[in-house]
T-cell receptor, first 111, second 112 residues
Framework: DAKTTQPTSMDCAEGRAANLPCNHSTISGNEYVYWYRQIHSQGPQYIIHGLKNNETNEMASLIITEDRKSSTLILPHATLRDTAVYYCIVRGADSSYKLIFGSGTRLLVRP | DSGVTQTPKHLITATGQRVTLRCSPRSGDLSVYWYQQSLDQGLQFLIQYYNGEERAKGNILERFSAQQFPDLHSELNLSSLELGDSALYFC???????????FGPGTRLTVL
């Protein structure tokens, strides 16, 4: 599975958009980009995933560059409850669907 | 609430002991995954079961073993415990044909 690089920490103001970048320059054609988050020590929570098209759901938007070497997770209106560690994961199309977590980005949403 | 349950929530034991962690997946989910989260190693995939069969193995120590039972619940057995085994252990489940893993609340293991 391709390696990902994320900033160690970021912060944003409550109510503003939070844009979390992820670099995955070694991604191959059949690998998906997944985002999960972990609030404090709770179990990780799925946010969104995509292959090459931009994706949006009720939680967030995922923007993947045309060359697929990087992506950005957008939380359009961050709230204090969005303070968490956000993991960008590149997963191959093997049958196990196992997740290989990196260090993630610690997002702090300021009041 | 993800629908995945794990017991116990907390476990404190001594070095050299053996413990069993239990996971009940979401109703109908055939796949169960186990992950370990320690301060120095982060979140690491341990092992996956699908409908009772081992499907994938990660960085799981030989002292650790797991199984999935006919009712689809899974158990992770940790033996000859060492101080370094202190960690959060998460189980996740996934339904066939989907991509999303749903994680349980975890079991916090402390080895003294």
């Amino acid at each position: 599975d391709a390696k990902t690089t994320q900033p160690t920490s970021m912060d944003c103001a409550e109510g503003r958009a939070a844009n979390l970048p992820c670099n995955h320059s070694t991604i191959s054609g059949n690998e998906y980009v997944y985002w999960y988050r972990q609030i404090h020590s709770q179990g990780p929570q799925y946010i969104i995933h995509g292959l090459k098209n931009n994706e949006t759901n009720e939680m967030a938007s995922l923007i993947i560059t045309e060359d697929r070497k990087s992506s950005t997770l957008i939380l359009p209106h961050a709230t204090l409850r969005d303070t968490a560690v956000y993991y960008c994961i590149v997963r191959g199309a093997d049958s196990s669907y196992k997740l290989i977590f990196g260090s993630g980005t610690r997002l702090l949403v300021r009041p | 609430d993800s629908g995945v349950t794990q017991t116990p929530k907390h476990l404190i034991t001594a070095t050299g002991q053996r413990v069993t962690l239990r996971c009940s997946p979401r109703s109908g989910d055939l796949s169960v995954y186990w992950y370990q989260q320690s301060l120095d190693q982060g979140l690491q995939f341990l092992i996956q079961y699908y409908n009772g069969e081992e499907r994938a193995k990660g960085n799981i120590l030989e002292r650790f073993s797991a199984q999935q039972f006919p009712d689809l619940h899974s158990e992770l057995n940790l033996s000859s415990l060492e101080l370094g085994d202190s960690a959060l252990y998460f189980c996740a489940s996934k339904s066939h044909g989907t991509d999303t893993q749903y994680f349980g609340p975890g079991t916090r293991l402390t080895v003294l």
